[in-house]
């Protein structure tokens, strides 16, 4: 006997579905439209303009702006800066968020307390961050410059002292912006480890794997795309990197201005550009375009390995 199953009929398109689509859709395209794409539109518009020091009266150059912005020497140092402080801040951040994050996952007493400790910088603003480390590396009364055996190890932090001196400058903020996300990849960390399955260490440990080997062999992989996207995200905030730099270096030290990042280089108050809005908005135009590039290189690179449907 064979059943026959009659099939729903097919609803015919009409127009009062594309209205009530529109109407449902208007409230974000509207705000979209006013937060994202009009200040982007702007800015590229904006970012080919000279304008004078008040902003006022601006003559248009052009994409050939960009270009010249692009290659000029104070850029290329702002740029240089951006990079090394990305290459220190982001292993160094994503590795210890991952060994915080492995010692807290076990089942032992009182780990929350240490879970809770490791999270807590992720309610830490910025500006609170960066006043703690200034206290701590100030050379005449910050704690580290004063403790007899850190400061027989590191001289520096006491004389110039780490942010006074062009070559440890860099490096001391990139510390605090480290320290300053460590509770943000923690947590993510910690989430995903959470969804490992058990079962998969019990095997392997019966099998004989070390402890070492499970985690390369299982944690890391599963791990994987927590991973790709938490390095994102570290790459695009030290690239974004300025309130760290405003409140410790204020873009220096001077002459050299050493710490002097793309966005201080934007929006910083001691910029060469400060008084230029349209060279202002190209450099973030610029800064757009670098970072959307950069995750785009990750994201090709890095996420054929990687499993990012779990």
Sequence with gaps: MV???????????????LGLAVLMLSPSAFILGIFIVYPLV?????????CNSFGTTCTSNGFDQYVDLFLSTEFQ?????????????VPLGLVLGVAMAVLADKFLSGVGFFRTV???????SVAVASLMWLFLLQPSIGALSNIGWFNSIFPSVKSPGWLQDEGTALP??????????????????????????REL??????????????????????????LLFVMIVLTTRAFQTFGEVDLLTNGGPRPGNSTTTVTYFVYGESSVIAS?????????VLLFVILLVLSALQLRGLGRRVDLDG
Aim: aromatic share 8%.
């Design 77 to 89: 140092s702002a740029l240089k800066a951006t990079a090394i402080l990305a290459v220190i801040s």
């Design 3 to 17: 059943r026959i199953v009659a099939s729903a009929p097919k609803r015919s398109w009409s127009w009062k579905d």
């Design 201 to 226: 260490h019990e095997a392997a440990a019966v099998d004989g794997a070390s402890g070492t080997m499970r985690f390369w062999k299982i944690t890391v992989p599963m791990l994987a795309p927590t």
């Design 118 to 124: 490791f999270s807590s910088t992720i309610a830490t």
């Design 42 to 50: 702007r800015a590229v518009w904006l970012g080919q303009q000279r």
């Design 276 to 284: 230029d809005p349209g060279l202002q908005a190209g450099g973030a």
């Design 172 to 197: 001391a903020v990139a510390l605090s912006s480290v320290w300053a996300g460590l509770g943000f990849t923690f947590i993510l960390v910690t989430a995903s480890l959470q969804s490992v399955p």
